[in-house]
Antibody, heavy 119, light 108 residues
Framework: QVQLVESGGGEVQPGRSLRLSCVAS????????MHWVRQAPGNRPEWVAA????????NYADSVKGRFTIYRDNSQNSLYLQMNSLRADDTAVYYC????????????WGQGTLVTVSS | EIVMTQSPATLSVSPGERATLSCRAS??????LAWYQQKPGQAPRLLIH???ARATGIPARFSGSGFETEFTLTISSLQSEDFAVYYC??????????FGGGTKVEIK
């Protein structure tokens, strides 16, 4: 079955960096676009970034543009989110997510990894 | 950016009753709308895509309708496991993909 497993979260000081990982299984990872979605405590989910199946194109939310980088390693069935210049309002649970239909909603989600930015 | 507005923020319903949740978009979505259910500590779960298509394994008591800018999620007879927060998501025009603020369905 489809599995997405995130890791790499933790507590970090403002201005520092963190890299999140998502390992996929149960489907042909290299055939599908992947997304990062985050959710701050008590808030609605917020789409963060997307990357095309072959890694040739990326899109970002304005709130993270220039600070976060999404990338993937199809040989390792892995998705990454490099987060630099972290701020307190980046505190959230970060999910990787995808769908197989070619439309950009999210059918499959990981369990999430918590990032806390605090001094 | 398309802004998604959900109402009401909280809906108090008795088990077995019908629940009707609304989602409004700031511009036409041409039916490219999804609904999610989220319980505490869990990732959102896809219920509906394309405004009215139930996702795999979703019970028939969940139905979606609407077009253009006005959408509705109906739960025909609430079960105990349906008490949760529900979000809509537009995927018609992006970036960004945008979620509504959510409706919490609570036990009356």
């Amino acid at each position: 079955q489809v599995q997405l497993v995130e890791s790499g979260g933790g507590e970090v000081q403002p201005g520092r960096s963190l890299r999140l990982s998502c390992v996929a299984s149960g489907f042909t990872f290299s055939s599908f676009a992947m997304h990062w979605v985050r959710q701050a405590p008590g808030n609605r989910p917020e789409w963060v970034a997307a990357i095309w199946d072959d890694g040739t194109n990326e899109n970002y939310a304005d709130s993270v543009k220039g600070r976060f980088t999404i990338y993937r390693d199809n040989s390792q069935n892995s998705l990454y989110l490099q987060m630099n210049s972290l701020r307190a309002d980046d505190t959230a649970v970060y999910y990787c997510a995808t769908t197989f239909t070619g439309f950009y909603y999210f059918e499959y989600w990981g369990q999430g990894t918590l990032v806390t930015v605090s001094s | 950016e398309i802004v998604m507005t959900q109402s009401p923020a909280t809906l108090s319903v008795s088990p077995g009753e019908r629940a009707t949740l609304s989602c409004r978009a700031s511009q036409s979505l041409s039916g490219n709308l999804a609904w999610y259910q989220q319980k505490p500590g869990q990732a959102p779960r896809l219920l509906i895509h394309a405004a009215s298509a139930r996702a795999t394994g979703i019970p028939a008591r969940f139905s979606g309708s609407g077009f253009e800018t006005e959408f509705t999620l109906t739960i025909s007879s609430l079960q105990s496991e349906d008490f949760a927060v529900y979000y809509c998501l537009q995927y018609n025009d992006w970036p960004p993909l945008t979620f509504g603020g959510g409706t919490k369905v609570e036990i009356k």
